[in-house]
């Protein structure tokens, strides 16, 4: 059994999912996993697509390649999607999700071409992430949090961060009887 949770913080690009990561990650004690840097140093694609401005990803190759370490658990798992990761790695899903003015200025301010931000825009606006999340995982454990500004990190952060005390109590707990 996990002695630590493994969580999904994901969204639209540009919402704010790798510096939530990397702060929970430094606060909480587990490890960011940054899913597009696991794709590209341990070859887990198909190639670049111009199209999308991306690698294609392998979907089995990506899961067969991080396993064994999510399997151990304290993970915190940084990826546009969310649906490709088994249930019975996940312990916490959080959707981050962003007004969507500061998201095209954010998504503009990264240099993404028109139709690049337009794609993500009405992802975001059609809740696509949202709902990819609801379908996979049990509705307990999907979670959607604000991501405007820094004060929105920080508390999703502190939020996240008692989840995961009361995760540890309540699984300890679980393994004492």
């Given amino acids: 059994m996990r002695t630590k949770p493994n969580i999904i913080i994901t ?10 990561s990397e702060l ?9 996993l940054a899913i597009n840097e696991v794709v590209k140093s341990r070859d887990c694609h198909d190639g670049w697509s111009d199209e999308y401005q991306s690698y294609l990803v392998d979907e089995d190759k990506l899961l067969d390649a991080i396993e064994d370490d999510v ?3 304290g993970y915190i798992i940084d990826w546009h ?8 790695w996940v312990d916490l ?18 240099k993404y071409s028109a139709s690049k931000i337009e794609e993500n825009m009405d992802s975001e606006i059609m809740q696509v992430l949202l709902e990819e999340a609801r379908d996979a995982y049990d509705e307990e454990i999907v979670i959607e949090l604000r991501s405007d500004n820094g004060e929105d990190l920080e508390h ?14 309540n699984n300890h707990e679980a393994e004492a009887t």
Avoid: M
């Fill in 11 to 20: 969204g639209t690009p540009g919402v704010g999912k790798s510096s939530h």
């Fill in 24 to 32: 929970l990650a430094e606060n909480a004690g587990l490890k960011h």
């Fill in 71 to 73: 399997k151990q658990g």
């Fill in 81 to 88: 999607a969310c649906e490709v990761f088994p249930k019975s």
């Fill in 93 to 110: 899903v959080v959707v981050l999700r962003t007004d969507s003015t500061i998201l095209y200025d954010r998504l503009n301010a990264r």
């Fill in 156 to 169: 999703n952060v502190e939020r996240i961060e008692a989840w995961i005390k009361s995760w540890k109590k």
